[in-house]
């Protein structure tokens, strides 16, 4: 699940990218209108976080901007207390919800997945191949319906596969995924998520298999099978 954040506080900025990446969100984060718009252009979201007071202007801008296109991406207003009335208009001009400073990331993120489990949000419920299931609302794996600790980080690498389950997944589309735009990707760290992910799932009895494919990237495949389709 990919985020965009639009926040022009440094610290608060800082702070929610970092608390939402640990709770398994990609978040792009910028400080102005004009770098929220430039992003936009470039990635399709998830969601948009967006702060009303920026730089150069007002948050509410963009709300107006994104429904005028009918783009349908969920946005949660974050506002600061005493903007009653900011909040009011937000919603009016086509916000989905808002939060009021301070507010904690486990409420913000639990937020953003409320907003993506609504109806027309791009992302289902359970995601399923094989015995293998994921609930993207609760964020739980499970293998023959037996629930499966698994890292958030992981959790985010299975929802990509399990979305394309029986095809190759780039590894550079997996990576987008798994980390924001702007942050260090070590170069091995793709390679550490699908490892232990393997050893997850095998080790919890999945019939599906995690295959490397050299050179481009992974796919879940059924372990007695047909194997990968090349789309
Ligand atoms: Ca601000």
Redesign the pocket.
């Known amino acids: 699940m990919r985020l965009l954040l639009v ?3 440094r610290t ?1 900025g800082e702070l929610l990218a970092t608390g939402l990446t640990k709770q398994g969100f990609a978040v792009d984060w910028r400080e102005t209108l004009e770098e929220a718009a430039e992003a936009r252009s470039l990635v399709p979201y998830d969601a948009i976080l967006l ?5 150069d202007g007002d ?1 509410l801008e963009l709300v107006r901007q994104v429904r005028r296109e009918r783009d349908p991406t969920p946005i949660l207003v974050l506002t ?1 207390r005493g903007e009653l009335g900011d909040r009011v208009a937000g919603l009016d001009l086509g916000a989905d919800d808002y939060l009021v400073k301070p507010f904690d990331v486990a409420e913000l993120a639990a937020r953003c997945r409320a907003l993506l489990r609504r109806p027309g949000a791009c992302l289902g419920v359970i995601l399923e191949s094989g015995n293998v299931a994921l609930d993207t609302a609760s964020r739980t794996v499970t293998v023959s319906g037996a629930p499966v600790a698994t890292p958030p980080r992981e959790v985010a690498l299975i929802e990509q596969l399990l979305r394309r389950a029986g095809q190759v997944v780039p590894r550079s589309s997996l990576e987008d995924h798994l980390y924001a735009m702007d942050a260090e990707v070590t170069p091995n760290a793709l390679e550490v998520a699908v490892s232990r992910l393997r050893k997850r799932l095998t080790t919890a009895g999945a019939d599906l298999t995690l295959r490397t494919v050299h050179g481009v990237g992974y796919a879940l495949v059924a372990s007695k099978g047909p194997g990968i389709a090349h789309a």
């Open positions: 926040e022009d506080n608060l702060d009303l007071g920026l730089p948050g600061a």
